[in-house]
Nanobody, 119 residues
Framework: QVHLVESGGDLVQPGGSLRLSCAAS????????WAWYRQAPGNERELVAR???????RYADSVRGRFIISRDNAKNTVYLQMNSLKAEDTAVYYC?????????????WGQGTQVTVSS
């Protein structure tokens, strides 16, 4: 029902910044929450940040103070502003959305976007 398209991944130097975007299209009633996950080679996929309907947020300890999750409800888009990037932030980043359907909630994933932090 919902298609997510991610963009913004790139090669960036340590200390630099990137902004990831993820736009939802398709059929749904309302977005419940947005989240960003990342997965580095050999690692489990981990939650990076989440923003709920009430605008409350959660961040992984490793990114707190450096990353900011935000949303634009009119555009059905979530963003991840990534500042002071470190080499250990290198990973494929996936957006995740939970939406309300006619009878239940549904969860969808973006295709992933590569973020590489390197000199």
């Amino acid at each position: 029902q919902v298609h997510l398209v991610e963009s913004g991944g790139d090669l960036v130097q340590p200390g630099g910044s990137l902004r990831l975007s993820c736009a939802a299209s398709g059929s749904f009633f309302e977005i419940n929450y947005w989240a960003w996950y990342r997965q580095a080679p050999g690692n489990e996929r981990e939650l990076v940040a989440r923003i709920n309907r009430d605008r409350s947020t959660r961040y992984a300890d490793s990114v707190r103070g450096r990353f900011i999750i935000s949303r634009d409800n009119a555009k059905n888009t979530v963003y991840l502003q990534m500042n002071s990037l470190k080499a250990e932030d290198t990973a494929v980043y996936y957006c995740n959305v939970d939406v309300f359907g006619p009878l239940q909630e549904y969860v969808y994933w973006g295709q992933g976007t590569q973020v590489t932090v390197s000199s």
